[in-house]
Every structure is written in structure tokens, then in C-alpha cells.
């Protein structure tokens, strides 16, 4: 018999102030209503350590004044 170690999910529910779940959002392809003018900035640095630089720009694009 083996026993199973217990696994953390993340929330199901989070907020644009929760930075770990509005970019676990992001990263799915959800969650655009998530960013703020808060929380942008932080959110494509933190893309583009992860290599995902497609999002880091769409972020930074976000950022730009029209």
C-alpha cells in the first residue's frame, strides 16, 4: 500500500491583489480582467523570468498610454 503525500491547490477564487493567482490566471489564458494598473508592472517582470515574454509584452502593451 503507498501512501499518497497531500497536495496544495491553489485558491479556485483569488483577487487582482493576489499576484500569485492573478499570474497563474494569465499564464492559462484567463484572467485579463485581473490586471490593474497595481499590479501590471509586477506581473511582466514576473513573465519575463518565467520566460514568457509574449505576456511580458502584452502586459507592458497594457501599461502604454494610448
Known amino acids: 500500500m503507498t501512501a499518497s503525500l497531500p497536495q496544495t491547490q491553489a485558491p ?3 483577487s487582482a491583489t493576489d499576484i500569485d493567482y492573478v499570474y497563474q490566471q494569465l499564464v492559462k489564458g484567463v484572467g485579463r480582467e485581473l490586471v490593474t ?3 501590471a508592472q509586477e506581473l511582466a517582470e514576473r513573465a519575463d523570468q518565467d520566460g514568457h515574454t ?13
Do not use: V
Not at 54 to 66: D, G
Open 37 to 39: 494598473d497595481a499590479n
Open 54 to 66: 509574449i505576456l511580458a509584452t502584452e502586459l507592458r502593451e497594457w501599461q502604454a498610454p494610448c
Open 12 to 14: 479556485t477564487h483569488g
